[in-house]
């Protein structure tokens, strides 16, 4: 069946580093992606999104890339600071206004 | 968060009662949705409602409901039926222009 996942359920990073977070998504017919991020307790919040005739979009201090070629999004943060300690979602939009969301990516940033 | 807000932050629910957790918005927003998160897990979806008077089931419906009589407020109904009930459920709303889907804080039921 079609799903959306992420490589890796956990990432320990240092404070100042970069961070990259991956995300593996099988539905060939999907042409929206969007980044969450979810601190302890809370709803997710929108970071980024990209439609499926981009491949590069930035923000403040994210990048998210998509690879539609081997089917791949990735959500860049550069000089990971305390505050982008959280869960880390990638979600692609399905049929009929649905999203198809990943179990997440715990992001732990040491001092 | 945005114009999006959900209560209460905590319930308590004993077993064989039903609940209603609220959703509101004020964004404008058309479609609304109510999701299911269980540790360690992604996001599923319970219901979702793209227009007033009008709903649908989503992944794992069975032992909710819902309704939409306005297009502000979507509550869902956590009843006896649903076996498993203790989690974190949150509501989210959309706009046609856009396939972003904003969420509210989430509310967390348990049940004693």
């Known amino acids: 069946g079609e799903s959306v996942g992420l490589h890796l359920p956990t990432l320990s990073v240092q404070e100042g580093d970069n961070s990259i977070i991956n995300c593996a998504y099988s539905?060939?017919?999907?042409?929206?992606f969007i980044w969450y991020k979810q601190e302890s307790g809370k709803g997710p919040q929108f970071i980024i999104d990209i439609r499926s005739n981009m491949d590069k979009r930035q923000g403040q201090r994210v990048t998210v890339l998509l690879n539609k070629t081997v089917k791949h999004l990735s959500l860049q943060i550069a000089a990971t600071q305390p505050g982008d300690s959280a869960v880390y979602f990638c979600?692609?939009?399905?049929?009929?206004?649905?999203?198809?969301f990943g179990a997440g990516t715990t992001v732990t940033v040491r001092a | 968060d945005g114009g999006i807000t959900q209560s209460p932050k905590y319930l308590f629910r004993k077993e064989g009662q039903n609940v209603t957790l609220s959703c509101e918005q004020n964004?404008?927003?058309?479609?609304m949705y109510w999701y299911r998160q269980d540790p360690g897990q992604g996001l599923r979806l319970i219901y979702y409602s793209q227009i007033v008077n009008d709903f649908q089931k989503g992944d794992i419906a069975e032992g909710y409901s819902v309704s939409r009589e306005k297009k502000e407020s979507f509550p869902l109904t956590v009843t006896s039926a649903q076996k498993n009930p203790t989690a974190f459920y949150l509501c989210?709303?959309?706009?046609?222009?856009?396939?972003?889907?904003?969420f509210g804080p989430g509310t967390r039921l348990t049940v004693l």
């Open positions: 979600a692609e939009n399905g049929n009929d206004y649905k999203l198809s």
């Open positions: 989210a709303s959309t706009t046609p222009a856009t396939d972003t889907q904003y």
């Open positions: 539905n060939s017919a999907s042409d929206y």
């Open positions: 964004l404008n927003h058309d479609a």
